[in-house]
């Protein structure tokens, strides 16, 4: 099972970008899916994640400003990133959650930066 990140880059305060993640390989049933992000220094954190049942969760610190969506037919996620802002510069990281051809598991993929200049 693969994640395939993209969408990353270098922006300015306020602007937008969108990330990207497919999952490809032996997925049999993906329960959840979302990013996570880690900032130099600090531990990966939690920014977004979409079960196929709930509603989206959003760390609080990107509620209202940054939107998850999924395409479970795909097996793709994206994470909508508005008003950026200097503390959002981390690479973010997808993932996924379920059940995979090796059995139940979570798959991480590689990274994409962000880096928000002011």
């Known amino acids: 099972v693969q994640l395939q990140a993209s969408g990353g880059g270098l922006v300015q305060?306020?602007?937008s970008l969108r990330l990207s993640c497919a999952a490809s390989g032996r997925t049999i049933d993906i329960n959840v899916m979302g990013w996570y992000r880690q900032a130099p220094g600090k531990q990966r954190d939690l920014v977004a994640t979409q079960t196929n049942r709930d509603k989206?969760?959003?760390a609080d610190s990107?509620?209202?400003r940054f939107t998850i969506s999924r395409d479970n037919t795909k097996n793709?996620?994206?994470?909508?990133?508005?008003?950026?802002k200097p503390e959002d510069t981390a690479v973010y990281?997808?993932?996924?959650?379920?059940?995979?051809?090796?059995?139940?598991?979570?798959?991480?993929?590689?990274?994409t930066?962000?880096?928000?200049?002011?």
């Open 13 to 15: 305060v306020g602007e």
């Open 56 to 58: 989206p969760n959003y």
């Open 62 to 64: 990107v509620k209202g």
């Open 76 to 84: 793709t996620v994206s994470l909508q990133m508005n008003g950026l």
């Open 93 to 111: 990281y997808c993932n996924a959650g379920g059940r995979f051809g090796s059995g139940w598991g979570t798959y991480w993929g590689q990274g």
């Open 113 to 118: 930066l962000v880096t928000v200049s002011s």
